[in-house]
């Protein structure tokens, strides 16, 4: 999962716990919110952490599946 969110561009915060945080502060044209909306509309239930204009995104690791739609999502969005 680490792997493929990297391979788009997206910074994973290196983690022991159930979920992943993405990084959208350093991926020009693309923000957390935006990402969160998106994955919403593809009934991917995200977390946005802290507030403003922080630019991060939680997301619970899954089953094999379901991160397998996490990761088809994201590129749907990062290449959008």
Do not use: W
Request: aromatic letters at 6%; charged letters at 15%.
């Amino acid at each position: 999962m680490t792997h493929a969110l990297s391979q788009l561009g997206i910074q994973v915060v290196p983690s022991m716990a159930n979920f992943y945080l993405l990084c959208f502060d350093a991926v020009a044209g693309k923000t957390a919110h935006e990402a969160a909306r998106f994955l919403e509309s593809r009934h991917i239930i995200p977390r946005p952490t802290g507030g403003g204009e922080n630019d991060t995104l939680r997301i619970t690791l899954g089953l094999e599946n379901e991160n397998t739609q996490v990761i088809a999502a994201l590129t749907e969005y990062m290449q959008g």
